[in-house]
């Protein structure tokens, strides 16, 4: 199959977007390097095993597009992960339908757990069942911002906004959950 | 809940609990992260999924793709990938001047061609239809001055291709008049074309406008299985309509349809019970297109536009419409002369009635509608209010945006404009930002070209 590709490409007019073999192998290393850490994101970002793989399959598609020179970026990684971002927002602006993130079930508690085990369960699934909730624009920035790890500033940069507007989705977030858990807590 | 209501205009308070919260966010993302599963071969994945998309983007099928493959694999047409572009003349070959004519001629007979694309589109035709010995001869084209400038200056990669339709007679070929394109939307008037044949269908008829309230299905029995195509993660009823489209859900007449650009109605009609993709083939064929044309197949996809084809050779098709259904093939060259001006030869007039008067009349209503009403109006702003009657067009652009097109006439004349653009490694690139085709964007690019080319053809008159 790769003999075949390379061939096409050497009777494309100007070898279109020539990957020497050299490069196809830093590709196929950084894919098997960066793939886990790329899937969980993916997953974070979609909500949806599925919907991960083929995020991240399509954002290294295209990065397999112009390998020849994001490999000499300091972060590929990060490169990719912003292709990811733009894939999963304009994806969802274009469907017709709307599609629900459906979230996992919660997990059983534990027989043995204390009570605060039990609470602690209860919380991390009701904050994924809300990030499943939220717009894709608000789950990027927080997948970002709080799985990631990156600065606000960096989470602008990554999804190609304002840090203004990065600053307004963490908050309003916040601020809906604390409300929620809040009223949550009184029936406890 | 619903995270994306509108909160109070003011920043909300951030409580003394926010850390807390945050942490609980770090902490549940790094749990649910563990729960993916890894697939066992991610570069082996990612591979299939390139090569997929590269036999897909060599078709240049663009989002109309999935369902030819979809629709031909149930058919089972679908056998070999065809091969690069063939141009639908002889190819434009260099001659040496010794072996070739010694002057070429304008229709008047007197104003001489100098040397460049002109010459050879002339010679190449001429070795393509006389096989006699060419040296020393003076050729008398067909070509008009005129006509010729206009169609010269065209901006960017633009080709011009002008026909008088009642005798085939090539006036004017600017730029990229012999590079195949894909037709897109000036597929649908011989859709309409083979619909008015039958003798059961009318510019009046009605065909429904939202494909996702009424789909269609192909081949005849399979009604059970309509089909579709994907975009996204979405399946969605075959055939995808540009974004600019407006759709409702209701029935319009084949003449709104076309004002309207969408394809559905157009679908609906290839697909009827009395008609079917391989009529529209032949029609095709018949009015000129030719077998060898890229991606030319009697399949669904058809009514979309998919083969490729140059203005030359659209220009000559959409001449059958204004000859009241007579197609005459192209031709450039009107006499072959001897040093002291005997006639050598005149090539024939071929003509072939391929439509009834009445079916050609009807396609050219349909369009006089369409250039006038529809968003190809952009083609006619330049255009007198007063000059504007007998006019009538088609325009489009695949989905690609790698061509742009806008095809039609008079009663006399008929000027095929094709725009694309190309990369400085010679592949086509979209022309417009969003990759949505339709007729908006063959009026908007070809459109000013064609308008300047048909007042050029009114003061000729």
Known sequence: ?188 | MNADKPMRADKPESGPGDEVLENEFRAMFAERSETVRMATAPYASVRQRIAAARRKRRLRLGSAGVAFAVAAAGIGVWATVPGRHQAAVAPISKIPASGGPAKYLYADGHTEIPAGPLQQAALAWLRANYHGDLRGLTVVTTFDPGIQAAANASPGDSGVAVLDARTGAVLGLGGTWDTPMQVADLMKPIVLAAAFQTGHYTPDSKEPLDAQKHPVYWPPGSEKTPLTFVSGNQQFNWPPESPTTTIHDTDVTLTQAAESGANEPFAQLELAADMGPSGVYQLAMRMGMPKSSPDFFPVPSLVLGVPAASPLTMASVYATFNDGGVRHDPRMVGQLLAENGRNVWMPPDTFTRVLSQSTADQVTAVLHAQLLNGPTTIGVDSILAGDRSGLWAAAGAPTSEEAAWLTGGDSHYVASVGVSSKTSNGTLKPLGDDHHGGVDIGSEYAGPIWARVMGALKTRD
């Open chain 1, 1 to 188: 199959m790769e003999g075949t590709i390379a061939e096409r490409r050497l009777r494309m007019p100007g070898g279109g977007a020539a990957v020497k073999a050299a490069q196809e192998e830093s590709f196929r290393q950084f894919v098997e390097g960066s793939w886990h850490r790329l899937l969980r994101t993916a997953y974070l970002l979609t909500g949806d095993h599925g919907a991960a793989e083929d995020l991240v399959q399509t954002a290294l598609m295209r990065t397999y597009r112009h390998w020849a020179r994001i490999e000499d970026y300091e972060a590929p990684e990060a490169y990719v992960r912003r292709v990811m971002v733009n894939i999963n927002i304009s994806a969802w602006r274009r469907r017709k339908a709307v599609v629900h993130v459906v979230a996992e079930p919660p997990e059983p508690a534990p027989a043995a757990g204390a009570g605060d085990h039990q609470n602690t369960y209860a919380v991390r699934d009701e904050l994924w069942r809300a990030v499943c909730a939220m717009s894709p624009r608000m789950r990027t920035a927080f997948v970002l911002r709080y799985f990631e790890d990156l600065t606000e500033a960096e989470v602008a940069t990554a999804m190609g906004c304002a840090v203004g507007t990065v600053k307004s989705q963490i908050s309003r977030g916040l601020a809906r959950l604390r409300i929620d858990l809040q009223a949550e807590g009184s029936f406890r």
